[in-house]
Antibody, heavy 124, light 106 residues
Framework: EVQLVESGGGLVQPGGSLRLSCGVS????????MDWVRQAPGKGLEWVGR??????????EYGASVQGRFSVSRDDSKKSLYLQMNNLKSEDTAVYYC???????????????WGHGTMVTVSS | IQMTQSPPSLSASVGDRVTITCRAS??????LGWYQQKPGKAPKLLIY???NLQSGVPSRFSGSGSGTDFTLTISSLQPEDFATYYC?????????FGQGTRLEIK
């Protein structure tokens, strides 16, 4: 069974740092791009960032609101995805989802498997 | 790329046919997906590449469009379909979601 399990969420003060983790099982992790998506309380979805698969040397991409503050990384040997969040702001308060990116034979992508999410609260 | 989704909310009855639209601020070919989210749950992929039905998703869901204008259609609403729906463009970085459409029971 394919599973994504996030951990590491919690309460952090503005300006602080936090590292989220996502452990995966049930598929060949190194073959997939992986994303982080977040959702502020009562709000819509926001794409945070991506680490690409092993073939693309784990290249990363970021959303505009987190560029320069957040860093996505992965350890294929541990089947784990990470999100390092620095200089946190109150507007970063959200549920953070770990997401697998599916690519079909035609090269079409989609976010096909989602974890249950972990809550991050930035407040003094 | 900005994604404008409409309507923001929609009231409908079981058995109704419902259409939700998403417009991109520039052409995105067919690089669009539709996601369903129920309260307190993670989103679920319904449609990818504008019109491809994800495995396991009921055939009453369908998607169409290319370029800048896209639609998600539910042919006959079922009780379990009342949820919030989002479009997502994956044509270029950063990926961007529509604002969501909340589908409520009339």
């Amino acid at each position: 069974e394919v599973q994504l399990v996030e951990s590491g969420g919690g309460l952090v003060q503005p300006g602080g740092s936090l590292r989220l983790s996502c452990g995966v099982s049930g598929f060949t992790f190194s073959d997939y791009h992986m994303d982080w998506v977040r959702q502020a309380p009562g709000k819509g979805l926001e794409w945070v960032g991506r680490t690409k698969d092993k073939a693309r040397r784990h290249a990363t991409e970021y959303g505009a609101s987190v560029q320069g503050r957040f860093s996505v990384s992965r350890d294929d040997s541990k089947k784990s995805l990470y999100l390092q969040m620095n200089n946190l702001k109150s507007e970063d308060t959200a549920v953070y989802y770990c997401v697998r990116v599916f690519s079909d034979r035609s090269g079409n992508d989609a976010l096909d498997i989602w974890g249950h999410g972990t809550m991050v609260t930035v407040s003094s | 790329i900005q994604m404008t989704q409409s309507p923001p909310s929609l009231s409908a009855s079981v058995g109704d046919r419902v259409t939700i639209t998403c417009r991109a601020s520039q052409g995105i070919r067919d690089d669009l997906g539709w996601y369903q989210q129920k309260p307190g749950k993670a989103p679920k992929l319904l449609i990818y590449s504008a019109s491809n039905l994800q495995s396991g998703v009921p055939s009453r869901f369908s998607g169409s469009g290319s370029g800048t204008d896209f639609t998600l259609t539910i042919s006959s609403l079922q009780p379990e379909d009342f949820a919030t729906y989002y479009c997502l463009q994956d044509d270029s970085y950063p990926l961007t979601f529509g604002q969501g459409t909340r589908l409520e029971i009339k």
